[in-house]
């Protein structure tokens, strides 16, 4: 039976109290059962250095657990209205487990002026340039603090042409920062709070490459292209 207008239910910081407002009404739970019932959630913004600082991980790495116990506190009274007893108990303790999102392998694809979003291509020629798209589907159902997306280069092929991100097909490049670094390109969003607009959705790094000016046959022979 809810009884809530017989307590007082305040919260301070990280505590939760609920106390009786009368000792009249205190006086009628003799024999009965009373229970706190409160929701919680993990907190918008806490990343994984802070779970892992707070020992939430399991050895794994796979899951994240939450432990808490409660306590019940009381009075005991003699015949005068003196106060002959105080105690408070804790609680048995519960756990909370929640499985770490599964991302799923990223895709790449490789187009050309003829071919689009495919395995492999052809170009016509050495002086042909091309693009890659790196695409990775956020888990749905998480805050993020940040989204990377990556690749790196073999060593006779250059950064050419556009570079640029996809939310869902739809260009978002304004929301990213993009920084190239010898053959590495890196595609990292600006802020916590648009990182978290992307649960759910895939993002896509599409970058231009060609082969180096310079790069002659003997060396692409060298590395086994």
């Not at 009381?74 to 002959?84: A, P, R, S």
């Not at 978002?172 to 916590?192: E, L, M, P, R």
């Amino acid at each position: 039976m809810d009884s809530t207008a017989n307590f007082t239910v305040a919260v301070s910081g990280q505590s939760i109290t609920a106390k009786t407002k009368t000792e009249a009404y205190a006086n009628t739970l003799s024999g009965k059962t009373v229970q706190l019932v409160f929701g919680t959630l993990m907190k918008k913004g806490t990343g994984s250095a802070t779970l892992a600082a707070h020992g939430h991980y399991d050895a794994a790495r796979t899951n994240i657990s939450f432990k808490n116990t409660g306590s019940v506190g009381y009075k005991t009274y003699d015949g005068e209205g003196q106060v002959t007893g105080e105690q408070k108990v804790s609680t048995n303790e519960v756990e909370t487990v929640m499985p770490l999102p599964v991302w799923p392998a990223p895709q790449k694809r490789v187009s050309d002026a003829d071919e689009t979003s495919v395995l492999k291509n052809t170009v016509t020629s050495r002086l042909e340039s091309w693009s890659y798209s790196v695409s990775a589907a956020v888990p749905a159902g998480w805050t993020y603090d940040s989204i990377t997306v990556s690749d790196t280069l073999e060593s006779c092929l250059a950064f050419s042409g556009t570079q640029k991100v996809l939310v869902n097909g739809a260009d978002a490049t304004a929301n990213f920062t993009i920084t190239t670094a010898g053959q590495s390109i890196t595609a990292q969003t600006k802020t916590a709070a648009y990182a978290n607009t992307l649960s759910g959705k895939t993002v896509q790094l599409v970058f231009g490459v060609a082969v180096k000016d310079g790069v002659d046959n003997a060396t692409l022979a060298e590395h086994g292209h």
